[in-house]
């Protein structure tokens, strides 16, 4: 099954604890992207990725590091998370960057206390 | 003014109504037109698009796009209580590197 796989799904961390969200995805597309949802200011895409170690900042990128070592993976990482950084995060990946279709993971919901 | 506005809704309509959903822009050069359709718990999926002016339908569905306005709609006829979800706009330009640029999302409450 095509799909985008997400992990964990919920966490809860403290201030400061760094931590990584991983994001897998089984289509082989080049174009993959992080964004985070949040009432009244929806999806807000964090970093991108056109294909493998060609990373770019997106329009809300303070706080985030990616890396894209392999086609298929897209970890987000928190080095040092403060609680604005609260959010429900979704991966996303597709065929191209112009690609009409992304195809959305199921999500993290990430609380930082 | 943000590149994409939607209404913020929420929005709670009776089974079997006729829903409008709506999202004005202000960049001109967007040429494809999205709406995507997020369940609770999920990710966004892909709903319809379409590229240009003009109207697409697709079952129950129907997205209109006025360009000379910056207006773009998603009508929903005969709802039914599995459309509740929220309904994301979204945009692009097209080309090598255009990106979709999103609205906020409303959420639909179809009520048995």
């Known amino acids: 099954e095509a799909q985008v796989t997400q992990n964990p799904r919920y966490l809860i961390t403290v201030t400061g604890k760094k931590l990584t969200v991983t994001c897998s995805q089984n289509?082989?597309?080049?174009?993959m992207s992080w964004y985070r949802q949040d009432p009244g200011l929806g999806l807000r895409q964090i970093y991108y990725?056109?294909?493998?170690?060609?990373?770019d900042k997106g329009d809300v990128p303070e706080g985030y590091k990616v890396s894209r070592k392999e086609k298929r993976n897209f970890p987000l990482i928190l080095e040092s998370p403060s609680p604005n950084q609260t959010s429900l995060y979704f991966c996303?990946?597709?065929?191209?960057?112009?690609?009409?279709?992304?195809?959305f993971g199921q999500g993290t919901r990430l609380t930082v206390v | 003014q943000k590149e994409v506005e939607q209404d913020p809704g929420p929005l709670s309509v009776p089974e079997g109504a006729i829903v409008s959903l709506n999202c004005t822009y202000s960049?001109?050069?967007?040429?494809?037109f999205m709406w995507y359709r997020q369940y609770s718990r999920k990710g966004p999926e892909l709903l319809m698009y379409?590229?240009?002016?003009g109207n697409k339908e697709d079952g129950r569905f129907t997205a209109q796009v006025d360009k000379s306005s910056k207006y773009i709609s998603l009508f929903i006829r005969d709802s039914q209580p599995s459309d509740s979800a929220t309904y994301l706009c979204?945009?692009?330009?097209?080309?090598?590197?255009?990106?979709?640029?999103f609205g906020k999302g409303i959420t639909l409450s179809v009520r048995p």
């Open positions: 996303a990946s597709s065929i191209s960057r112009d690609s009409l279709e992304a195809f």
């Open positions: 289509m082989n597309h080049e174009y």
């Open positions: 990725s056109m294909n493998v170690e060609v990373t």
């Open positions: 960049n001109s050069a967007f040429q494809y």
């Open positions: 379409t590229y240009s002016s």
């Open positions: 979204a945009m692009s330009v097209g080309g090598a590197n255009s990106k979709l640029t």
